[in-house]
């Protein structure tokens, strides 16, 4: 069971979208629509914005969005705002009563 | 609104085992699936394991013959051990609810740091 796979860092301009991705294999991202996304801002617990892959729990601003190709699942933050800056992880059902997480990647507004 | 909090001791010694404690309020412990999640200083997430409220477990395989977690529904509260720890081990360690059986966690703890060191 291996970590899913993030970009280490992701940058962007305010009011720009950005794109996290998040490769897994067949065997977690490939096989289930479960992949979920958290926001974890510094010496606080990760927040929830993404669920089964594309939706969104209520109070999530619609600027995050979700989707998936393949064993690739991805993050999309639309109008950049300054409050975005934070760490997210993705996170895939793997089987077996198994989650995995992502490693982790840091946002950085520009 | 449903509210987690961990507790327990702060700095463990190597070799010993690492105990903590997620107390639930609010809302019911029953029905629901509840994780350990830990994040080592300045790195990711590692998920440790669950429990449902029946007392079914699973563990994350890399962790699985060094961890145990338990539930108390009479005191709404659900716990972890994790034996033989060492420097590797610390971390903050979070508890969470998984919703349903759909994997996600939804309510999360605000996490303890447990430092292993002699």
């Known amino acids: 069971q291996s970590a899913l796979t993030q970009p280490a860092s992701v940058s962007g301009s305010p009011g720009q979208s950005i794109t996290i991705s998040c490769t897994g294999t067949?065997?977690?991202?490939?096989?289930?629509?479960?992949v979920s996304w958290y926001q974890q801002h510094p010496g606080k617990a990760p927040k929830l914005m993404i669920y089964?892959?594309?939706k969104r729990p209520s109070g999530v601003s619609n600027r995050f969005s979700g989707s998936k190709s393949g064993n690739t699942a991805s993050l999309t933050i639309s109008g950049l705002q300054a409050e975005d800056e934070a760490d997210y992880y993705c996170?895939?059902?793997?089987?077996?009563?198994?989650?995995?997480f992502g490693g982790g990647t840091k946002v950085t507004v520009l | 609104q449903v509210q987690l909090q961990e507790s327990g001791p702060g700095l463990v010694k190597p070799s010993e085992t690492l105990s903590l404690t997620c107390a639930v309020s609010?809302?019911?412990?029953?029905?629901?699936?509840w994780s350990w999640i830990r994040q080592p200083p300045g790195k990711g997430l590692e998920w440790i394991g669950y429990?449902?409220?029946?007392?079914?477990?699973n563990y994350n395989p890399s962790l699985k013959s060094r961890v145990t977690i338990s539930v108390d529904t009479s005191k709404n509260q659900f716990s972890l051990k994790l034996s033989s720890v060492t420097a590797a081990d610390t971390a903050v360690y979070y508890c969470?609810?998984?919703?349903?059986?759909?994997?996600?966690?939804?309510?999360w703890g605000r996490g303890t740091l447990v430092t292993v060191s002699s």
């Open positions: 089964e892959g594309t």
């Open positions: 996170c895939s059902y793997a089987g077996r009563n198994t989650v995995v």
């Open positions: 067949s065997s977690d991202v490939g096989s289930y629509n479960l």
């Open positions: 969470a609810r998984i919703y349903g059986g759909d994997w996600y966690f939804d309510l």
């Open positions: 429990i449902y409220y029946s007392g079914i477990t």
């Open positions: 609010g809302g019911s412990i029953i029905n629901y699936y």
